[in-house]
């Protein structure tokens, strides 16, 4: 490959990957990302004790550093979001989607409208689950796995709604790329608006409400807390200044001279080397004296029970004889009761907000609903430009869908009314054009007689001039007068003959050049629309060279019930079309017109050897106005003789071709009885 090959090729990441695989790994990077965006900002949230994390002393409380145990958790979520997503999206793709049935296009569209939002809760529910689960693992104190939850799941409620965003487009794309290969494309109805917007809405309000709320008390503690430990730090160093105590008891005896603020306050006295307790009212737990032995100097006796907890101890190193000890006093920053108005509070406003929410999206399913009664009433009318236009009722976008439905209405009227007037015009067209066609049979077809019948008077003229100089003749006999007679009968009779075939083929032309209506309705004989036919379409044979092979199977007295020109009319369309099937003249050019009987129908087949219809003209025949004549045809013949066919005679117009070999057109028509 040449310089100019490698410059113009540029490298796409992931551009081998499915479309689902991509979609995958879009949430998963969502995922991780979001996953250390919490890993950095989770200590701040719960207010975790400064130098205790991803070191070894949280090794030795916890058994794992904060950064591994993040490590694990996003490794084993971003694995899991991966083969979910994978295999939850999988099948849906737009790839040979023209191989697909109707019915498993229906199946990918209805995933598409529903998937979103399974997601949307599967995305809340497993990280929160399996997050629990894995802390339980860690040995995680029950109190700060509890707040770890909410906080997670809040967290990926808010992720929830991102990938939400992202996935969207994908799901989108489907849904238009096969919006018109489905006769339904809207399946049955499943979230209505309001809900969807408390779904996506929801975990915005849940995270916004925790994440105040715990920002909130993460200030608060650590104001207060540092307001508490520095009264209690002072009053110890006043009270134990620099002096050496004979004995550990005598340390003792000040402590408890010390005011406590709050009844819940005790004292608490450990060694500052061994971390054994000397004196407490509570328990105390290993977190907060090996906090205090390793980090004493570094807090100045400001230390914590443990992560994310409420409580904390302000502590003096005092020597005694015996050894240095830490002495002080354990206190709860807040007592348990005084955040249940935040959390009552938090809860009220997050009810209320969703109530509220609900209630706005009501109002705009509401207004769409109304919206879609109208259009649905619109839909049913038979004729739209009866439709009165929908009310303006609000001046958003829901007002401007009204507003332009109203004027797509006027366009649809005013395009019906072109409709109509083009399809009259074609309609017109189509009548002279056949008028036409006629004249040119009946020039023919009444030129013979005519001729005929001025042969005939000519005659009549000779016999009655002979005649007229025998009168008186001697030589002229009786005999000589009949003989004359007989002659110019044989003219009359033949002139009655001609006059007789005329009068025929004027009331075959005269009841296909009126304008068919639905009132033209008739019972016939096969016989009679056979005559009709051959009348008219003799003379186009005749120049095409073209031999009309009948076979009636004894079906003349076969009754039909309905137009009797509209019948002619559809036949001769079809001969015509079989005439120009044949490219070539030839003397074996034929067209087979026969006619069965099957049950109570009868069934007119018209078939030919030519040319044979194009496939893509095939898929087209009677379901469009197509032709292949150029600019010579309109298309209305066969598509008007199908219309015919089914609405007034109620029988059926089918067609078998195959280019090359010929075409053959079935008519049913039910007998009349």
């Known amino acids: 490959m040449n310089t100019k090959d490698n410059k113009q090729k540029k490298y796409k990441p992931f551009s081998n990957f499915s479309e689902v695989t991509k979609l995958a790994l879009k949430n998963t990077i969502i995922g991780i990302i979001a996953s250390f965006v919490l890993f950095l900002f989770l200590p701040a949230i719960l207010n975790y004790p400064e130098n205790t994390l991803n070191n070894e002393f949280q090794v030795e409380m916890v058994g794992i550093k904060y950064i591994h145990q993040c490590f694990v958790i996003g490794f084993v979520l971003s694995i899991l979001f991966f083969i ?20 498993e296009i229906s199946e990918l569209r209805k995933k598409c409208f529903s ?24 040995k995680t104190d029950f109190e700060l796995l509890l707040r770890l939850t909410v906080v997670i799941f809040c967290y990926f409620s808010l992720f929830s709604v991102s990938t939400y965003i992202v996935n969207r487009k994908f799901f989108e794309n489907i849904l238009t790329n096969t919006s018109n290969l489905v006769k339904n494309p809207i399946p049955k109805l499943g979230f209505k608006i309001k809900d969807k917007i408390v779904l996506l809405a929801f975990p915005l309000f849940l995270y916004s409400s925790v ?73 105390i737990n290993d977190f ?6 390793n980090f004493y100097d570094n807090t100045e006796g400001q230390t914590y029970e443990y992560y994310g907890k409420n409580i904390q101890t302000a502590l003096l190193k005092v020597r005694t004889t015996e050894g240095d000890y830490f002495v002080g006093v354990r206190f709860k920053v807040f007592s348990d009761t005084i955040f249940t108005p935040f959390y009552i509070a938090a809860i009220a406003c997050l009810v209320f907000n969703l109530v509220f929410l609900y209630k706005i999206g009501s109002g705009f399913s509401n207004d769409i609903h109304a919206l879609e009664d109208r259009l649905k009433a619109v839909s049913h009318q038979e004729n739209i430009s009866n439709a009165s236009k929908l009310p303006i ?38 009548r002279l054009a056949s008028l036409g066609q006629l004249i040119g049979g009946i020039s023919h077809n009444l030129k013979t007689p005519i001729m005929s019948i001025a042969g005939a008077s000519e005659g009549l003229t000779d016999l009655i001039n002979e005649y007229d100089k025998s009168i008186g003749d001697p030589d002229v006999t009786a005999a000589d007068h009949h003989a004359i007679a007989n002659d110019m009968r044989e003219w009359i009779d033949k002139i009655h003959s001609y006059t007789t075939y005329m009068s025929d083929v004027i009331t075959a032309v005269k009841g296909q050049a009126v304008t068919l209506s639905e009132q033209d309705q008739d019972t016939f004989t096969i016989d009679e629309l056979l005559k009709r036919v051959n009348i008219l379409m003799k003379h186009e044979l005749t120049n095409s060279h073209v031999a009309l ?24 369309n079809l001969i015509s079309n079989s005439i120009q099937s044949y490219k070539s003249a030839s003397t074996k050019n034929a067209i087979e017109l026969e006619t069965k009987k099957l049950g ?14 194009p496939v893509d003209v095939q898929k087209k025949l009677f379901k469009e106005m197509i032709t292949t004549k150029g600019k010579n045809g309109t298309g209305l013949g066969l598509f008007m003789s199908y219309s015919t066919i089914k609405g007034k005679f109620n029988g059926d117009m089918t067609f078998d071709s195959e280019v090359g070999k010929g075409t053959k057109f079935t008519i049913t028509l039910p007998i009349s009885k």
């Open 84 to 103: 979910t997503f994978r295999f939850a999206y999988k099948g849906l793709s737009l790839r040979d989607i023209e191989k697909k049935s109707n019915k």
């Open 115 to 138: 998937y979103p939002y399974r997601t949307l809760i599967i995305q809340i529910a497993i990280p929160t689950l399996l997050t629990a689960l894995l802390l339980v693992g860690f």
């Open 211 to 283: 994440l105040i709320l715990l920002i909130s008390t993460t200030v608060m503690t650590t104001a207060k807390g540092n307001l508490q430990y520095s009264l209690y730090r002072n009053e110890l160093e006043n009270m134990y200044s620099d002096i050496v105590l004979p004995t550990p008891k005598e340390a003792l005896k000040k402590l408890e001279t010390i005011s406590l603020t709050s009844d819940s306050d005790e004292l608490v006295m450990f060694s500052a080397e061994t971390g054994k307790v000397y004196y407490t009212n509570e328990t």
């Open 288 to 293: 907060l004296i090996q906090y205090a032995i």
């Open 393 to 430: 009722t609000s001046n958003d976008e829901i007002g401007n869908l009204t507003n332009y439905y109203n004027k797509v209405q006027d366009l649809m009227i005013l395009n019906i009314t072109q409709l109509r007037d083009n399809q009259n015009q074609l309609m017109e067209q189509e």
């Open 549 to 572: 092979n009948v076979k009636l199977n004894k079906l003349e007295d076969i009754k039909i019930h309905g137009s009797i020109s509209s019948l002619v009319q559809i036949i001769n």
């Open 600 to 613: 109570n129908n009868l069934i007119l087949t018209i078939e030919d050897h030519g040319c044979g219809i």
